[in-house]
């Protein structure tokens, strides 16, 4: 293989009597870069899938439950643990979404934007970079960033939202409680004791948020525009490269 930048018309490289042009080479890229924007636009379809999958499951439980005095509170409970499912689902799929993220972003940065402004100076190593992207495949970010930044974008905030049903039909359904203690009992489900049932959501509850905020550090994403690491300010998970200005 033979590098020959000098001409226009000299070929970008040879190979085994093959020739390619700087002509055939773009033509090539481009081609490359929407198949992989294709890909990502699929895989961020998948994430909208499961989002909504979540939300229908939610609002099911929520009407089923709130609709008659006398289905049991443990229909929400189940709910949850449905959700955890359609969470790991999801971040599976956004692991999928950041790698071909991953590679189109650095042909934007990379070639097109370089292009953009000259003299086209890329990072001398991001042809490699992304050859090694294709030869052998790997996830660009972790399965906890990932669980964690469905979490915080989508899941809190449908998990709060069960966890407030689930009190407010203990508190009111099949009548308006009037004690703490009679709160305890009616969160009981078969055998196990309220005690029980309650100590299990609150230390779910709490790892939920633990884990959002634990995970907050994790910052390999590439598909999101995002802000840089500044403590708690970035609730939502921004990276520590650049700052931005509002």
Known sequence: MENQPNSANEPVWTFR?????????NTAMVHYYRAEIQRANTWRNRLDATTNWAILSASAAITFVLSDSTRHHAVILFTLGLLGVFLFIEARRYRYYELWSY??????????????????????????????????????????????????RNYLAIFLGMLIVWVFKNLSQPTTIVSWSEFVTRTAIG??????????TAIFSIGMIVFAVATLGLQQATGEVLRPYRGLEILFGYPAHEQTKD
């Open 17 to 25: 009597g093959y020739a390619m042009r700087p002509a055939e080479f």
């Open 103 to 152: 590679r189109t972003r650095l042909m934007e940065t990379q070639f097109f934007a370089a292009m953009l402004v000259p003299p086209f100076a890329p990072s001398p190593t991001w042809a490699e970079s992304l050859a090694k992207s294709l030869q052998y495949p790997r996830f660009t970010i972790s399965i906890w960033e990932a669980l964690g930044r469905r979490l915080r």
């Open 191 to 200: 055998p196990l004791p309220g005690e029980f049932v309650l100590a299990l």
